[in-house]
């Protein structure tokens, strides 16, 4: 059972260009997440799929963020125009999706530099 | 609007000692979940447990235990006879209920355990 894979790990970019992460999940789990992680602090969510559904987005996901997740598997964020405060660890998370209260899995996660 | 208050920024203990790692929530929820994940140096967080909150037994696992009291709003988890690998950053983390699926994490606590 192979876990949450997390491409890449290091993202180093430059002010103002858009990058692009991706997130497989555990094969199977219906809902996937997307945290952030700045130095020092706990995870906070941005946004969460039940299978290829969007359901919830926070409003720390700038219109300048999108996520997708095409046919329930795989899922990508983006970030246009990047900015300095983007700079963090995003991790992705997923869980089978059959009830309440589930424990997450979390992927590695992807270090994102912006200089 | 839940809070997850994590006081211990860092501790540090000599290898075989007992430590506590403190955990206080705020809501106006009955129905809520509590959780803890451990972050090692890799960076994947890793499930450890998760109560209800109308479970208010305490639960043991090994050398972990954790201690949920309602009554003041924590969910404490006690590492006892500590080990190397114990070190590791662990977080706190709260869910509401009812078809909510966005966690709130404490600020975690950094513990070091000293060989």
């Known amino acids: 059972d192979t876990g949450v894979s997390q491409n890449p790990r290091h993202k180093i970019t430059k002010r103002g260009q858009n990058v692009t992460f991706r997130c497989d999940p555990i094969?199977?789990?219906?809902?996937l997440y997307w945290y952030r992680q700045t130095l020092g602090q706990g995870p906070e969510f941005l946004t969460y799929?039940?299978?290829?559904?969007?359901?919830?987005k926070s409003r720390l996901l700038s219109d300048r963020f999108s996520a997708e997740r095409p046919k329930g598997s795989f899922s990508t964020l983006e970030i246009q125009r990047t900015e300095q405060g983007d700079s963090a660890m995003y991790l992705c998370?997923?869980?089978?999706?059959?009830?309440?209260?589930?424990?997450?899995?979390f992927g590695s996660g992807t270090q994102l530099s912006v200089l | 609007a839940q809070k997850v208050t994590q006081a211990q920024t860092e501790i540090s203990v000599v290898e075989k000692e007992d430590v506590t790692l403190d955990c206080v929530y705020e809501?106006?929820?009955?129905?809520?979940?509590l959780f803890w994940y451990k972050q090692p140096p890799s960076g994947e967080l890793v499930f450890l447990i998760r109560r209800n909150s109308f479970d208010e037994q305490n639960e043991i696992s090994g050398r972990y235990s954790w201690n949920f009291q309602k009554s003041t709003s924590s969910f404490n988890f006690t590492i006892t006879a500590s080990q190397v690998v114990d070190s590791a950053v662990y977080f706190c983390a709260f869910l509401r209920g009812f078809g909510n699926e966005k966690l709130t994490f404490g600020t975690g606590t950094r513990l070091t355990i000293i060989p």
């Open positions: 799929f039940q299978n290829e559904a969007q359901l919830e």
């Open positions: 094969s199977e789990h219906n809902r």
């Open positions: 998370a997923s869980s089978p999706g059959g009830g309440a209260g589930e424990k997450l899995f």
């Open positions: 809501t106006r929820d009955t129905t809520y979940y």
